[in-house]
Antibody, heavy 119, light 110 residues
Framework: EVQLVQSGAEVKKPGESLRISCKGSGYSFTSYWISWVRQMPGKGLEWMGRIDLSDSYTSYSPSFQGHVTFSTDKSISTAYLQWSSLKASDTAIYFC????????????WGQGTLVTVSS | QSVLTQPPSASGTPGQRVSISCSGSSSNVGSNAVNWYQQLPGTAPKLLIYTNNQRPSGVPDRFSGSKSGTSASLAISGLQSEDEADYYCAAWDDSVHGVVFGGGTKLTVL
């Protein structure tokens, strides 16, 4: 069974760093890409960018470029989303989702990680 | 302001047919496949329709998708109470080299 399991909810202060994870199982991890999607409270879905799990090639949406970093550890089938300096406006649910090609549909999604940034 | 335009809300009674539109441009809907996602309250999005009109295994045939030019639509026939959810269209955009989403449509089953 294909699963993407994300790390638990986080509460952070502005300026702090954070890394959340997305662990894949039940399929060949490096044969897919992972996209990260943000959902701010009460709002819609926003594509943040993607990472090729085979070679760690990344592509970021202009709205998120320079503020977040995607990475992966193939040895444990895990993708990461990290911030070096959080802002209150980063408060949101973050989803990881897998797709077969760079522009194809996302067929499986993680359960989401709630990140709350508050002083 | 989302790149793809969807009505913010839609509604219908059980058994009815409803349709949700998704309007884009030549750089996204007009030249790339449209996918639809269903997000039930408090849950992660789920793939509902891919490549304009294809249903993943397990998705009831009550759900159907179509595309014409720079517009796409999702139709739900035989509406059921469990269809109450937010629905999002998405497509690759050649101009921004990324995925763009619609703003989402909240479907209410009356």
């Amino acid at each position: 069974e294909v699963q993407l399991v994300q790390s638990g909810a986080e509460v952070k202060k502005p300026g702090e760093s954070l890394r959340i994870s997305c662990k894949g199982s039940g399929y060949s991890f490096t044969s897919y890409w992972i996209s990260w999607v943000r959902q701010m409270p009460g709002k819609g879905l926003e594509w943040m960018g993607r990472i090729d799990l085979s070679d760690s090639y990344t592509s970021y949406s202009p709205s998120f470029q320079g503020h977040v970093t995607f990475s992966t550890d193939k040895s444990i089938s895990t993708a990461y989303l990290q911030w070096s300096s959080l802002k209150a406006s980063d408060t949101a649910i973050y989803f990881c989702a897998r797709h077969r090609t760079p522009s194809s549909w996302c067929d499986y999604w993680g359960q989401g990680t709630l990140v709350t940034v508050s002083s | 302001q989302s790149v793809l335009t969807q009505p913010p809300s839609a509604s219908g009674t059980p058994g009815q047919r409803v349709s949700i539109s998704c309007s884009g441009s030549s750089s996204n809907v007009g030249s790339n496949a449209v996918n639809w996602y269903q997000q039930l309250p408090g849950t992660a999005p789920k793939l509902l329709i891919y490549t304009n009109n294809q249903r993943p295994s397990g998705v009831p045939d009550r759900f159907s998708g179509s595309k014409s030019g720079t517009s796409a639509s999702l139709a739900i026939s035989g509406l059921q109470s469990e269809d109450e959810a937010d629905y999002y269209c998405a497509a690759w955009d050649d101009s921004v080299h990324g995925v763009v989403f619609g703003g989402g449509t909240k479907l209410t089953v009356l």
